[in-house]
């Protein structure tokens, strides 16, 4: 979006904040962070891990909890936010290693290069090797450096347990691992199990229909770049490789 778009979105969220009951402390604290009151904003997330706290006894914060509440909200957040939330986790009954990984996840977001984040996030996950988190992480930024096979080691661990990423978004990424190791099942398999998550993704759609492509299953292939046209009749990629097909096939 544009800054102006942004700002706007912002203003009425924190507008919309500004009405609701006391009680609401975590949109309090997000409608905080967005005015740029960060003390105001880790003493709303404070409270709010209080009450979370008396309601679930019994529940410790987890990672789950962590990126479901804060990543998507927060992310970058002001200097020294992760920092200060894992020391307000500290109070409050939570998994072990949690505190640590917020100050890591302080520096992640100040790494210049992926090599850097890299070495950081790896140094934590020799502590805390149990960590879905990290795993997640690691194999991201292995994604980003393109280095395939790495990626797919530490996706592979997390493939049934994770805490970050979405199913279509994860399962995209391990298609786009398996193409450029040439693994085509296992490519066709992700792009298929992408879409299932979100039937109208036309990267997943263009790509499954090339590396059915790759795999001379041209009918099959003819289809889904059928179908991903009439999604976006403008999508250049689909029509190139259409043609392609069409060529396969003697047409």
């Known amino acids: 979006k544009s800054n102006d778009a942004r700002d706007s979105a912002i203003s009425l969220f924190c507008h919309n904040v ?12 997000v409608g905080a962070f967005f005015e740029h009151k960060n003390e105001q904003c880790l003493s709303l997330i404070d409270e709010y891990l209080q009450e979370d ?10 990672e ?10 927060f992310k970058e957040a002001f200097s020294g936010f992760w920092s200060s939330l894992g020391k307000l986790i500290q109070k409050y009954h939570h998994q072990d ?13 100040t790494c210049r290069t992926d ?44 493939e049934d347990n994770r805490v970050f990423f979405r ?20 490519e066709e398999k992700f792009y298929r199990e992408a879409l299932e998550n979100n039937p109208q993704n036309v990267d997943a759609l263009n790509n499954l229909g090339y590396s059915l492509y ?38």
């Open 214 to 251: 790759i795999q001379k299953k041209y009918i099959e292939a003819k289809d889904v770049f059928e179908e991903c046209m009439a999604l976006d009749s403008n999508y250049h990629y689909a029509q190139n490789n259409y043609v392609r097909v069409l060529i396969a096939l003697g047409k």
């Open 115 to 158: 090599e850097e984040a890299l070495e950081l996030l790896m140094a934590c996950h020799q502590q805390y090797s149990d960590s879905i988190l990290l795993k997640e992480l690691i194999g991201y930024t292995y994604y980003c450096m393109k280095m395939w096979h790495n990626a797919v080691a530490y996706f592979e661990q997390v």
């Open 64 to 73: 789950f909890f962590v990126v479901d509440c804060f990543f998507e909200p």
């Open 97 to 109: 290693h949690l505190p640590a990984l917020c100050s890591a996840i302080d520096k992640y977001y």
């Open 53 to 62: 706290a008396k309601k679930h006894p019994d529940r410790p914060v987890d």
């Open 167 to 186: 199913n279509d978004t994860f399962f995209f990424m391990m298609a786009w691992c398996y193409s450029k190791t040439k693994d085509h099942n296992l």
């Open 18 to 29: 500004s009405l609701l009951p006391k009680t609401q402390l975590y949109f309090r604290a």
